[in-house]
T-cell receptor, first 116, second 118 residues
Framework: AQKITQTQPGMFVQEKEAVTLDCTYD???????LFWYKQPSSGEMIFLIY??????QNATEGRYSLNFQKARKSANLVISASQLGDSAMYFC?????????????FGSGTRLLVRP | SAVISQKPSRDICQRGTSLTIQCQVD?????MFWYRQQPGQSLTLIAT?????????ESGFVIDKFPISRPNLTFSTLTVSNMSPEDSSIYLC???????????????FGPGTRLTVL
């Protein structure tokens, strides 16, 4: 069964510094997508970045980048130049493309706190 | 992307009652989903809302407890029936536009409905 593991329940980072949030996944399927979402205290889920299993390059979206290491089955989120507004829960998720349900499997999340 | 709204944003309900949550998307989407997030937990898919037919439920979720409707391509409702305190959660609606993989696979979420059952 597919599984997403986020081993860091909580992280601190100083404002303006970079931080890496870890995500490892387990699947035997060759075709899948990996997603990162941000959930502020308000509860909404904000899509941040996507990486396809066949993408040759690491995905980037503004201050967010994804360090994709396919052989190690890891998809770590890197946030550069942290801002106070980055304080939130961050969830890694995966979807197998052979799964016709289009279901996203989520990790347990990492709570990031940015210190001024 | 898709802009998704949900109503109500939060509610406090008595056990044994039912609550219907509405989800509206700003444009036609291929698929709509309902997730539950219990306190301090991650998200779990309840069901896929199918337009014009019965929803597809995940293991552990049943239609009698969580009836879902999707009368058109932009609107869906989730009812939490005969509520108990264990149903206290955030309920989130999501939608995706494409059926193919790749970046079109992205699911966008509504702001969530924070439900407390006393």
């Amino acid at each position: 069964a597919q599984k997403i593991t986020q081993t860091q329940p909580g992280m601190f980072v100083q404002e303006k510094e970079a931080v890496t949030l870890d995500c490892t996944y387990d699947t035997s399927d060759p075709s899948y997508g990996l997603f990162w979402y941000k959930q502020p205290s308000s509860g909404e889920m904000i899509f941040l970045i996507y990486q396809g299993s066949y993408d040759q390059q690491n995905a980037t979206e503004g201050r967010y980048s994804l360090n994709f290491q396919k052989a190690r089955k890891s998809a770590n989120l890197v946030i550069s130049a942290s801002q106070l507004g980055d304080s939130a829960m961050y969830f890694c998720a995966m979807r197998k493309y052979r799964d016709s349900s289009y279901k996203l499997i989520f990790g347990s999340g990492t709570r990031l706190l940015v210190r001024p | 992307s898709a802009v998704i709204s949900q109503k109500p944003s939060r509610d406090i309900c008595q056990r044994g009652t039912s609550l219907t949550i509405q989800c509206q998307v700003d444009s036609q989407v291929t698929m709509m989903f309902w997730y539950r997030q219990q306190p301090g937990q991650s998200l779990t898919l309840i069901a896929t809302a199918n337009q014009g037919s019965e929803a597809t439920y995940e293991s552990g979720f049943v239609i009698d407890k969580f009836p879902i409707s999707r009368p058109n391509l932009t609107f869906s409702t989730l009812t939490v029936s005969n509520m108990s305190p264990e149903d206290s959660s955030i309920y989130l609606c999501s939608a995706k536009k494409g059926l193919a993989g790749g970046s079109t696979d992205t699911q966008y979420f509504g702001p969530g409905t924070r439900l407390t059952v006393l």
